[in-house]
């Protein structure tokens, strides 16, 4: 009846046939369950847009709250420093030398570090009898403007 090459000619339409409709079965299986993006790039790219400025208008409102917050928290702290150094004065009838710094004091481990890192500073002079607890602000250094400033409550002259 039909020669071997005809047969062969027969059963490969019949698989392609068969082949094809396999592959779009498997084509629309893929996009029924998710497997290709059904989202354009130019519509990944506009969202990342939109979510980086939204962002960025967050970062320009918060920042600088952060800072007013760490400069409050040094006002705390440095006026619990002074309160601390009027106690030992009345206990020790003298306030602690310059050399002697924040760490003659009961509770100062506790007020070790300002917000930025950096030691709290203690000055005594003897001279006018007078102390200073301070804080060399963000920057860690003596002196600066800004908010490299640094940071005090003079004690209550008595």
Same mark, same amino acid.
């Given at each position: 009846?039909?020669?071997? $090459? +005809?047969?062969?000619?027969?059963?490969?339409?019949?698989?392609?046939?068969?082949?094809?409709?396999?592959?779009?079965?498997?084509?629309?299986? =893929?996009?029924? =369950? #998710?497997?290709?993006?059904?989202?354009?790039?130019?519509?990944?790219?506009?969202?990342?847009?939109?979510?980086?400025?939204?962002?960025?208008?967050?970062?320009?409102?918060?920042?600088?709250?952060?800072?007013?917050?760490?400069?409050? =928290?040094?006002?705390?702290?440095?006026?619990?420093? @002074?309160? +601390?150094?009027?106690?030992?004065?009345?206990?020790?009838?003298?306030?602690?030398?310059?050399?002697?710094?924040?760490?003659?004091?009961? @509770?100062?481990? +506790?007020?070790?570090?300002?917000?930025?890192?950096? +030691?709290?500073?203690?000055?005594?002079?003897? =001279?006018? $009898?007078?102390?200073?607890?301070?804080?060399? $602000?963000?920057?860690?250094?003596? #002196? #600066?403007? $800004?908010?490299?400033?640094?940071?005090?409550?003079?004690?209550?002259?008595?």
């Amino acid at each position: 009846m039909y020669k071997t $090459g +005809a047969c062969c000619v027969i059963v490969e339409v019949a698989l392609s046939h068969i082949d094809a409709s396999a592959l779009q079965t498997k084509s629309s299986f =893929r996009l029924k =369950r #998710g497997l290709f993006s059904p989202y354009t790039s130019m519509e990944i790219i506009t969202a990342v847009a939109m979510v980086s400025v939204l962002a960025f208008i967050a970062a320009l409102n918060i920042l600088p709250g952060q800072y007013k917050a760490r400069l409050a =928290r040094v006002s705390q702290d440095v006026s619990i420093l @002074n309160k +601390a150094i009027e106690d030992y004065k009345a206990s020790h009838l003298r306030y602690p030398s310059t050399e002697e710094g924040l760490a003659a004091l009961k @509770n100062a481990d +506790a007020f070790k570090n300002d917000p930025w890192g950096h +030691a709290y500073q203690y000055f005594y002079s003897a =001279r006018t $009898g007078q102390f200073n607890v301070y804080s060399f $602000g963000n920057d860690g250094k003596i #002196g #600066g403007t $800004g908010k490299a400033r640094d940071i005090s409550l003079l004690p209550p002259t008595q």
